[in-house]
């Protein structure tokens, strides 16, 4: 009988367990949306343009996930032009700069100085399901003079004959439309070429307050003590000059230095003969702090940009992990973000532990800015 009764008890809890801990995927879609019946597009603006929706969500009051969805006027949205997260991924609106909707609107097929529609939509999604709604809005977007983004950009002019670079050297397309380049520069001028060959080349230069079309020249002076970031972007019509300094590659739980690098000229900066000594609580030389119970590897970069440090590390949402081998050439990709102590860390790999390396990052690797390893030897 206790037998019985007891069997009876955990078929009862499990049944409960069963049902408070079900993950429940009922949820309905937007029942409208809302957004400006026309935008005149002003680059300089620091206005948004907000796109929201009303109405739909889930049941149980839980978190929807949302995609907006954008297609040319005369398109559909199974050829999208842009598909972006809603604001936190979450918040039912997205908040666009004019930048941005610049961008959109161009790969939608409306030219500079010109008028024409894109349409939206928005999908939900919980718990790997996703819905669409068969409702769209069309917003008629003016376009403000501009250039036509070329495939690929190009560095020349007498400032660029520092002792340690070359004329005609290739920008990195950090994101569309905006190519960055480090380089050492010398006192004279630059401009910026699409190609390496004159006849199928387009020029622009920078008159200090709009990048322009043209033959035209950009001022600079030498660059001393520093290397320079030239960043060009054709959507906001901009051209900036930073300073980069006092690159070192860092342990992300003591801040010691393992290397200081250097700009050695062609968009790279290196370190040789660093010495790598994981910080091991059990071993005092490798500086461990009082906190520290196990074996810590993670590292990143620190860079000083215009006289501010920032960092130099793994993408945003990628969690820290050791690599084991065959990683893609992106594993070891550089993004620029404001110093946290614990985000954007690397795990070295086991095998550069009490070893010493040249460390490397190359600022245009297959169009990627990227650190590597290399010349390891034992310490």
């Known amino acids: 009988m206790k037998h019985i009764i007891c069997l009876a008890v955990c078929t009862l809890l499990v049944c409960s367990c069963t049902e408070k801990y079900e993950y429940n995927t009922d949820f309905t879609a937007p029942t409208s949306l809302v957004s400006p019946a026309s935008v005149t597009l002003d680059l300089t603006s620091s206005a948004n343009v907000i796109l929201e929706w009303n109405g739909g969500g889930a049941a149980d009051g839980s978190i929807v996930q949302y995609e907006v969805v954008f297609a040319a006027g005369s398109g559909n949205f199974d050829t999208p032009v842009e598909t972006m997260q809603s604001d936190l991924g979450a918040l039912p609106k997205l908040t666009l700069t004019h930048a941005q909707l610049n961008s959109i609107a161009r790969r939608a097929g409306i030219a500079s100085a010109s008028t024409g529609d894109i349409k939206w939509t928005v999908n939900s999604s919980k718990g790997g399901v996703v819905k669409s709604v068969d409702i769209s809005k069309t917003i008629s977007v003016t376009r403000g003079e501009g250039i036509d983004i070329p495939p690929s950009l190009y560095l020349y002019g007498t400032g660029t004959n520092a002792t340690d670079e070359t004329e005609g050297r290739q920008f990195r397309e950090a994101e569309e439309g905006v190519f960055c380049i480090y380089t050492n520069l010398a006192n004279g001028s630059v401009h910026f070429q699409s190609a390496t060959v004159p006849a199928e080349s387009t020029q622009y230069y920078y ?3 709009k990048l322009k079309e043209g033959n035209g020249e950009m001022n600079v ?5 520093h290397t320079a970031r030239i ?3 054709f959507n906001t019509l901009s051209v900036t000059v930073e300073t980069i300094a006092n690159v070192r590659c860092i342990w992300g739980a003591t801040f010691d230095v393992i290397g200081n ?17 994981f910080i091991d609580p059990n071993k005092p030389e490798t500086n461990p702090p009082s906190w520290l119970s196990w074996i810590e590897e993670r590292y990143y970069f620190i860079a000083t940009v215009n006289g501010g440090d ?7 949402g990628i969690s820290s ?9 992106s594993f070891y990709e550089l993004g620029e973000f404001t110093w946290d102590q614990w985000e954007h860390l690397w795990k070295m790999s086991g095998s550069l532990d009490m070893k010493k390396c040249t460390i490397t990052i190359n600022t245009n690797l297959e169009g990627l800015m990227v650190h590597q390893f290399s010349n390891i030897t034992n310490i």
């Open 207 to 209: 008159d200090g307050t």
């Open 221 to 225: 002076t030498a660059t001393a003590g």
């Open 231 to 233: 960043t060009v972007n």
């Open 261 to 277: 690098i250097a700009y050695v000229g062609s968009g790279i900066f290196k370190a040789d003969n660093c010495p790598v000594r």
């Open 310 to 316: 920032k960092c130099w590390g793994r993408m945003d």
């Open 321 to 329: 992990e050791r690599p084991v081998g065959g990683e893609p050439l």
